[in-house]
């Protein structure tokens, strides 16, 4: 019998090498340490390491590798970028075309994006049986969620922005939540 799960995202950049030092070209005091691409407990250690010589100010040798600010030529990231948005546009398009399950085949603590009155709902039934609706579309530019059973949430595969079952806003990029539906 299963008795526990865990879930992760990872976050990877179009390189692939994490990004640690200033936040943007203009920052003095604001640094950033992401996109360890689930290598978080070594790449901690060592963003930790080369936070520090940067704010006291000591010389890195690895500075320029973990540069974020090494990313914004845009000649070398168009390619990244593109395929990137390619895959968007697939799933912006695709995932309108999919076929929707009956409402009534949800057993309890899963969700689906259905179809009901001609228009999608996003569906999660709790373990009552109660349904809870919100629209399908992701606040931050339209895709449409998928539901993640492991962690009861709905997750946009644009962008990776996470709401809970009731709409609410887990991580962004959307700020706002996904409105609520009458079913
Ligand atoms: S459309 Fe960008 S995160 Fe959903």
């Not at 974020?68 to 075309?97: N, S, W």
């Not at 539901?147 to 887990?170: K, Q």
Request: aromatic share 6%; proline share 8%.
């Amino acid at each position: 019998e299963r008795t526990h799960a865990w879930a992760t995202q990872d976050i990877d950049p179009t390189d692939t090498v994490p990004m640690v030092g200033p936040l943007h070209p203009g920052a003095h005091h604001t640094y950033v340490a992401t996109g360890f691409g689930g290598w978080g407990l070594s790449g901690g250690m060592m963003a930790g390491r080369l936070l520090t010589a940067q704010i006291t100010r000591e010389e890195c040798a690895w500075s320029g590798l973990y540069d974020p600010r090494r990313l914004r030529t845009a000649v070398r990231e168009a390619p990244a970028l593109l395929k990137t948005q390619a895959e968007v546009a697939r799933h912006f398009v695709g995932d309108r075309l999919r076929p929707t399950p009956p409402v009534e085949a949800l057993p309890p603590g899963e969700g689906a994006v259905v179809r009901a009155g001609g228009d999608r709902l996003a569906v999660y039934r709790d373990e009552e049986g109660a349904l809870h609706a919100v629209s399908p579309r992701c606040t931050h530019l339209g895709c449409l969620v998928d539901f993640n059973a492991a962690e009861r949430a709905w997750e946009c595969p644009c962008h990776g922005s996470r709401f809970g079952t009731d709409g609410r806003v887990l991580e962004g990029p959307a700020t706002k939540p996904l409105e609520r539906r009458e079913i």
